[in-house]
């Protein structure tokens, strides 16, 4: 089994920003305005990305290592990323904790059992069943 998921931890502002005004304001909004939205705050995130976000002693900053990564990506590619959480029509942030309920021991191979934090935001979950 293969899994990705936003991650809660290290998403605050995403959940308690971008998603009220995605739920509030943007489900609503035709695609080709979405996109054009999701263009200008690409656009808009360039000056930080490439300022603020590149000075070492401010990785407590949110999002930090995920700009990191955002850096080293297409503008097209980091558009779409913002179109894609502007457009999801529904989201849900995984704890950690729950992330190992879901690959239970009992259900998976122990030792085929990989839970990875990747860029701050997010999981990528691998197990293989047991007896499969």
Not at 29 to 49: C, E, F, I, K
Request: glycine share 4%; aromatic share 16%; hydrophobic share 45%.
């Amino acid at each position: 089994m293969i899994v990705w998921t936003y991650s809660a931890e290290g998403n605050a502002l995403m959940r308690l920003l971008v998603e009220p005004a995605r739920k509030l304001l943007l489900r609503h909004l035709p695609r080709r305005q979405l996109a054009g939205l999701a263009w200008l705050l690409t656009a808009a995130l360039y000056p930080l990305v490439y300022t603020i976000y590149r000075v070492p002693a401010l990785r407590f900053l949110p999002y930090f290592e995920y700009f990191c990564n955002f850096r080293r990506l297409a503008f097209e590619r980091n558009r779409l990323n913002v179109f894609d959480k502007l457009n999801a029509p529904q989201t849900r942030f995984t704890t950690y904790e729950t992330c190992r309920r879901w690959l239970d021991p009992a259900r998976f191979e122990p030792d085929s059992i990989s839970i990875r934090r990747y860029a701050g935001v997010s999981y990528s979950l691998v197990a293989r069943k047991r007896g499969g």
